[in-house]
Structure formats: C-alpha cells, structure tokens
C-alpha cells in the first residue's frame, strides 16, 4: 500500500514514523525547505497535563495519551522533554471555582498528581510570583518540549527505517477516481497513492477541497510572544505559569524555555483566511503581552528581551481537532485543526491514524521485523560529553573545538552534522544546533554559518536562504 503524507509538522512527521513501523510505502511531503518550518516553528512548545479539554472531545481523548508517549519518544528520540509541571493561578475567590472545575475534568480525562496548592506551597515552589495568588491547580505532568526537533528527530529516525522525503514541494492535485484516492501531484513530481494523510496545519482545508471533501473551516490564530535572556533571567520562574483560563484560549502565561530562556505569551488574536501567511508583531500585541506577564510575574525586566517572534495556529469554530477518515473520499485522512494541545496530542494522533487506516482500508498491515525506534541527536559538545572526553575528541578532530556560535557554544561540526542531516537553510542549521538562538540571534555567528552552507552545499550565499523560498539573506554580489 502507498501512503502519502502531507505536511512536515509535529503531526505529520510523527504519523509517518508510525506508518514506518509497517510494511507500506511511505512518502512525506512537505512544500517548505525543511520539516517543522510550519505551525510548529512558533509557539508555546507545552506538553499539556489534559486538564483543559472537556471529556469526549477529540483534544481530551488524545492529550492525555499524547503526553504520556513523550517519555517513549524522548527516549527513543534523544529529544529534549522536561516535566517542570504547570500552575493555574487564582486570584480571587471566583477563580477558585475555576480551579475546581478544572481538576474535576483533569480527573475525568485521566490526568494524573494534580491538587490544589494553597499560597504558601505555590510561593515556596515559585518565589517570584505575584503575591495576590490565593491559589493554584498544579499538574506535574506538564513539561516542555521544542516543536521542531520532535519533528526533524522524527523524519531523520522514520527515514532510517524507509520514508521517502519531499521537501520543497507543493501540493497542487489530489488524484481521484470514482471516490477514491489514486495519487499526489507536486509542482514538481506524481505520486501514486492508495491513502493520504491531511497533515496540512493551516492548509489541511485547501488540501480537503482538493480532494473533492467537504470543506474544513479554518482560520489563523495569531500568537505574539516576548523570549527573555537565558544568561540573566533563567531562574524567574520554574514551572509553567497560566492564568486562569478565558473564552480565547489559556491566556497568556510565563514558562521556561528548554535551553533556559524564559517565554512570554501568547496573545491570542483570530484573523481572516487571507492572512494565514502573517507572522508579524505587533505594538498593541507585545504590550499586551507584557501586561498579560506581569499580571503573573510582576518583576519581569523587560531590558532582556532579546526578541520578539509571532506564530499561527489553526482554529476551527468547534473548537476541536479534525481527526479521522473522511467520509466522502476514501483513502482520505485527516489531522486537521491542530489547535492547543496539538503539540500534546501529536503522538497519540500518530498512533490512531494507522489503526484508522487499516480499518477503512479493511486490511491489516504487516510490522516491520527491523524497525529501530532509536535515532541519536547531534552531540552538542560543551554539555554532552565530560572536558576530558571533549579534549580527546578536539585532538582527533579540531573542528569540534572551532566555536562558530560564541552564546550558545555551537562548534563547525556540529554545524557540519546538520547540514549532513539534511539541513539547506540558515533555520535548517538553527533548529538542529542551537546556533542563532543565543543572545546575540545570530549577530556574530550568521556570516560564519552562510560560509560554511556555501562550501558545503556548492551554492553562492546570494543563492542561500534564511527559511523560505524568498528569504534570500543577501540582495546583492558579496566579495569572496
């Protein structure tokens, strides 16, 4: 059987590994340079406990499951997954029956350790919070995870085990016949398919028209985020800091970052279908943003800010995910609507949709005898591996003593593996290594990066891109 899946996000990535567990064919495709440059790229990066979505929704049925399967992946994986917990804060005595109903869906979707904290306990795990908390619903379940690196970590073990990769391609026809799916068309290539996966994020609705389904309703929800300097902020807060939820979403919170940034946001601001392509920030949205923290975190020093980003998630009216076979099209599937907890839930979507398939299908595939679940991580020198050990490897190999990013310590073979493993960009480097991620974003380290991508990959810097296929970083010849 032929499976093609669209989209290279958290989700599609982590079903296609999935369906490599099984003797199929599977092809990825996504239309961007790299995996995880869509939705993915830019949000939260929560692992959700499961206490938010109520009991028999589509999000309450695979959050719970999903957060669970991240210890799985993050040994499987290497990637990086910490449990540091979630607080929801109460500040006055309404709010406390906000914390109740809370737990009581928390219990009824399965959510395990949660209670109820009084002021002193959250102050003795949180000293900087703001002291008008009365209260607060933890869950030690929560953690947090990097978007892109669960999805780039999953297509390089699922190419291990046979996906076939597509990047830079886009999708233009669904084939079908009498109903049913036949095949993929690109701006570049076809594809023959008995079965595809709509993994689409905020083109799951364009690639369900495409196929002749019935239309899903999405449009862009906006986030705008403020990242704190990890050098001189890393200890504000422990865990994840929400306010108590309101009809827009969770609100907008104070959590760590996984390399030890702190992360303020998001705002939460729906848009009209057009803007879908929006990445931008805005006056009114950072103030926001600001106020929004300081509610939680009163003594944030907004100096160290070192910037500003915005992200897009596709909402649906419902309020809930898109998930399952379509009901017009067989052979169609989709993970549409990837709202909050998304991220949460991708692995246990990841785990349904083969089930889906072969009871659609009304066949039962057969697993792989030499599947290997286990993909290393770039060794990332300075904390991987012990000064003794590091000086060793610098005598055999110099480049891994050759700092190319000075904030984030990233040297040339780290950087050298990256673009091994697939990456063509300056992001493609960045989400691998950590470099451009420090203090300085890329201030120092963005010139030594577009060297070393030249004499790797053969092309001029005037070819390079940053990310996407019109983010050229130069405009003009440069001197060699």
């Not at 949660?114 to 607060?136: F, G």
């Not at 290997?372 to 003794?388: A, G, L, Q």
Request: glycine fraction near 8%; include cysteine; charged fraction near 30%.
């Amino acid at each position: 059987m032929k499976i093609v899946v669209i989209g290279g996000g958290v989700v599609g990535s982590l079903v296609a590994r999935e369906l490599c567990k099984y003797e199929v064919d599977v092809t990825l495709i996504d239309k961007n340079f790299d995996i995880g440059m869509g939705v993915s790229k830019a949000n939260s990066a929560i692992l959700h406990a499961g206490y938010d979505d109520e009991a028999g929704t589509q999000r309450a049925k695979f959050c719970v499951r999903g957060n669970e399967l991240y210890t799985k992946l993050e040994e499987e994986l290497e990637i990086d997954v910490k449990r540091i917990g979630s607080h929801v804060l109460a500040f006055k005595n309404e709010d406390l029956n906000t914390l109740d109903e809370l737990y009581k869906r928390g219990i009824e979707n399965g959510v395990p350790g949660m209670r109820i904290l009084t002021k002193d306990e959250i102050q003795d795990m949180e000293p900087n919070i703001n002291p008008s908390v009365i209260a607060s619903l933890y869950a030690p379940t929560a953690g947090i995870t990097e978007p892109w690196q669960v999805a780039i970590a999953a297509v390089e073990n699922a190419q291990k085990n046979g996906l076939k990769l597509a990047l830079n391609e886009e999708v233009i026809k669904i084939v079908t016949v009498d109903g049913k799916i036949k095949g993929v068309e690109t701006d570049k290539n076809e594809y023959d398919a008995d079965v595809v996966i709509n993994a689409a994020g905020l083109y799951s609705d364009k690639i369900a028209t495409m196929a002749g389904d019935v239309a899903i309703p999405l449009h862009p929800r906006r986030g705008e985020y403020v990242l704190l300097n990890k050098f001189t902020v890393h200890d504000l807060v422990n865990s994840i800091i929400f306010p108590p939820p309101s009809k827009m979403g969770k609100g907008i919170l104070v959590l760590p970052t996984v390399d030890g940034g702190i992360l303020l946001g998001p705002t939460s601001e729906d848009l009209p279908y057009v803007m879908k392509f929006d990445r931008s920030t805005t006056k009114p949205g950072i103030e926001k943003v600001v106020e929004g923290a300081k509610r939680l975190i009163p003594g944030i020093d907004l100096r160290e800010t070192v910037k500003t980003f915005a992200g897009s998630r596709p909402e649906s009216p419902n309020k809930d995910f898109w998930i399952g076979r379509s009901k017009k099209i067989k052979g169609l599937v989709h993970a549409a609507a990837m709202r909050s907890p998304g991220l949460t839930a991708a692995p246990a979507i990841a785990e349904f949709i083969p089930e889906e398939v072969q009871d659609f299908m009304e066949v039962k595939f057969e697993k792989k005898n030499d599947f290997d679940p286990k993909r290393k991580r770039i060794v990332h020198y300075f904390t991987d591996v012990s000064k003794e050990e590091y000086d060793e490897i610098i005598k055999k190999d110099p480049l891994a003593g050759k700092i190319v990013c000075v904030c984030n310590k990233v040297t040339e073979r780290e950087v050298l593996e990256a673009i091994k493993r697939g990456a063509t960009t300056l992001d493609g480097i960045k989400f691998r290594t950590r470099a451009m991620f420090g203090e300085c974003q890329g201030g120092f380290c963005t010139n030594k990066l577009l060297e070393i991508l030249s004499r790797e990959t053969g092309k001029s810097i005037e070819e390079l891109h940053y990310g996407t296929k019109k983010s050229y970083v130069v405009n003009g010849k440069v001197r060699p």
